[in-house]
């Protein structure tokens, strides 16, 4: 079955780098999708990378993926407080209308 | 308007109550979503439409109806609640059928209170 997992929370000081990590068990995805969702509101989509790709920056972003080990990985360099949200990781399959979501991890940027 | 709109955004019914959410997405998208988001748990798909048509029903209560009257409207409809089904219920939108990723454009949500 299909299964996306990530970490609850993490915590880091404004200016650092963040990481927020995300494993998902079907080998067939075809794309994985970060979203942020801010306080009452919807979600938004930051980024995403195609599976042939080990890794995919954009500005402040830096996706990676470890298709072997099934792993992705958000990075988010010189953190600041606006970046305080939930990030949620996803993935869908070709040909398939449906993406699948983790539970989100909620990004805490300390001043 | 641009994007993707929802109302209301906050609903209080009665588990006896009958109410209507609304979705309308702007971006000249064929196909719509609703999901439903509870707290620590992940965002649940309840309905897609592409093309006007109801492509995945995941075995939601027959106590929420959806509808979709064209490609850029949905609604939920909602009757005989129970307290359980008090969630952020989001909207999304999405062009089906490129081939390529699936990206889909969400409304802020309607925070759906039953009591």
């Known amino acids: 079955g299909e299964d996306v997992e990530q970490s609850l929370f993490l915590s880091v000081r404004e200016g650092d780098s963040s990481v927020i990590n995300c494993t998902y068990t079907?080998?067939?995805?075809?794309?994985l999708y970060w979203y942020k969702q801010e306080p009452g509101a919807g979600l938004q989509l930051l980024t995403y990378?195609?599976?042939?790709?080990d890794m995919k920056q954009d500005q402040r972003l830096t996706v990676l993926l470890n298709k072997k080990d099934k792993h992705l990985s958000l990075r988010i360099a010189d953190t600041q407080t606006g970046d305080s949200a939930i990030y949620f990781c996803a993935e869908s399959k070709w040909g398939y209308q449906k993406v699948t979501f983790g539970i989100g991890t909620k990004l805490q940027v300390i001043p | 308007e641009t994007g993707v709109t929802q109302t209301p955004r906050h609903l209080v019914m009665g588990m006896t109550n009958k109410k209507s959410l609304k979705c309308e997405q702007h971006?000249?998208?064929?196909?719509m979503y609703w999901y439903k988001q509870s707290a620590k748990k992940p965002l649940e798909l309840m309905f897609v439409?592409?093309?006007?048509?109801?492509?995945e029903n995941n075995s939601v209560p027959s106590r929420f109806s959806p509808e979709c009257p064209n490609s850029s409207h949905l609604f939920l409809h909602l009757h005989t609640l129970q307290p359980e089904d008090s969630a952020l219920y989001l909207c999304?939108?999405?062009?089906?059928?490129?081939?390529?990723?699936?990206?889909?454009?969400f409304g802020p949500g309607t925070r759906l209170t039953v009591l």
């Open positions: 971006l000249g998208h064929n196909a």
């Open positions: 990378i195609f599976s042939n790709m």
């Open positions: 999304a939108s999405s062009q089906a059928g490129t081939g390529g990723a699936d990206t889909q454009y």
């Open positions: 079907d080998s067939s995805s075809t794309y």
């Open positions: 439409y592409s093309l006007e048509e109801r492509v």
